[in-house]
């Protein structure tokens, strides 16, 4: 929980900026020289769709997750 919480304040000075637009299309922008992001300058719009897509499976999955994931088990197992 912490480190969720330390990654979050972290994210406040992020130079990454990602909209989603309203036909589900995404908007993406950084500061070409923060060293951070300036990988991502030579990047192709296609290459940048896949690595959206996936992050945005990889957050739905560890959502569907929940609180409630696991074995539920009986009293006195």
Known sequence: MLNKLENKSKMKNDNLKINQNEDGSFTVQWDKEDPDWKWMNDLTT??????????VKLDRNER?????SGKFRGVGE
């Open 64 to 68: 569907s997750k929940g609180l409630f």
């Open 46 to 55: 296609k290459e940048l769709e896949v690595i959206i897509e996936q992050a």
